[in-house]
């Protein structure tokens, strides 16, 4: 594929790369450098993406299957919202390997002649620039758009992917829509972009609840009003699970969950505590009402000792 002047792809990226600064400026120059320095990665690789095996691909859907599972309602809404414009749908796990997909029937046979399928591996060190691989790489959502892949093969593709983090706040998957279309137009782009990048979040937020569905889950709300924030608190308002966006908020480790954590010790750093104690004492009113306000059996409907209640009412004061 060539330019204006006639120099082709890997001229232009080797081009970009004697620039020492080029890498410093642009996330794309620099991930072109790792793709030829540190992977060392040919720009006119023709070569199709490597593909796993069926035994390895179905290792691969087996470990991701919580996270794909809380994915999925999502990943409808998502492909609703750009599969008729010619793009399809793809989750990751995060070496890279689609495990999920989706895509109109009639795309079907061009997204797999490009590799963009289930079991194709898209990570950076196999497919050098590119928006699934450099995603996971530089751990944060960016558009790899056409000729600013590494590859010269994968220039025709448009890629908008988005990291997603587990319930313990590590990398774990991406959140990917790619086109073929050549007439992709940079505010469609920018548009996609923000589709992703609020999906990536709400898959966060399913898996989140799902792996943490026997505990409370509160939201620290920060000032851009992000749902992505969740504390999971147990029966004793001790903090035992935060989102990445939650952990980044309020300073949360995992030293400090593992350390007995009250929700409100951090919750008011970010967010008004009386809302955490509004929303016990609500707890408080509900158990007792349901108990014809005996005392004994609120108590065992909350799951705390008679004495441990009775503190609460003086704390909360209910009477």
């Not at 908020?249 to 009386?274: F, H, M, R």
């Not at 609120?298 to 003086?314: D, M």
Request: some cysteine.
């Amino acid at each position: 594929m060539g330019d204006r002047t006639g120099n082709t792809h890997p001229d232009r990226v080797r081009s970009v790369l004697a620039d020492d600064a080029g890498p410093a400026r642009s996330v794309v120059a620099a991930s072109w450098r790792r793709s030829m320095t540190v992977y060392g990665l040919d720009p006119a690789d023709a070569s199709l993406p490597e593909t796993l095996t069926e035994q390895q691909l179905r290792a691969v859907c087996e470990a991701m299957e919580p996270l794909t599972r809380a994915a999925q309602g999502t990943l409808d809404r998502l492909f609703r919202a750009v599969g008729d414009t010619g793009c399809c749908v793809l989750l990751t796990n995060r070496d890279g390997v689609p495990v999920d997909r989706r895509g109109a029937v009639s795309d079907d046979e061009t997204f797999h002649r490009w590799g963009l399928w289930p079991g194709a591996v898209w990570s950076e060190a196999t497919e050098g620039t590119n928006g699934i691989g450099t995603c996971l790489a530089e751990g944060r959502a960016l558009t790899i758009h056409r000729d600013q892949h590494f590859h010269t093969k994968n220039t025709g593709l448009s890629c908008t992917v988005a990291p997603i983090y587990d319930h313990q706040g590590r990398l774990a998957a991406a959140l990917d829509v790619s086109s073929c279309r050549a007439d992709l137009t940079e505010g469609f782009v920018g548009l996609i972009a923000a589709a992703v990048a609020d999906a990536a979040r709400a898959i966060e937020a399913q898996n989140f609840r799902q792996a943490f569905s026997g505990s409370r889950i509160l939201l620290a709300a920060d000032e851009d009003r992000s749902t992505a924030a969740l504390l999971a608190v147990d029966r004793h308002d001790l903090v035992v699970g935060a989102t990445r966006s939650a952990r980044q908020l309020l300073g949360i480790t995992d030293a400090c969950i593992a350390g007995s954590l009250p929700a409100a010790d951090v919750l008011s750093v970010a967010t008004d505590a009386e809302d955490l104690i509004d929303a016990e004492r609500g707890a408080v009113r509900r158990a007792l009402a349901r108990a014809d306000g005996n005392v004994s059996a609120a108590a065992r409907a909350l799951g705390v000792s008679r004495a441990t209640l009775h503190r609460k009412l003086n704390r909360l004061g209910l009477h």
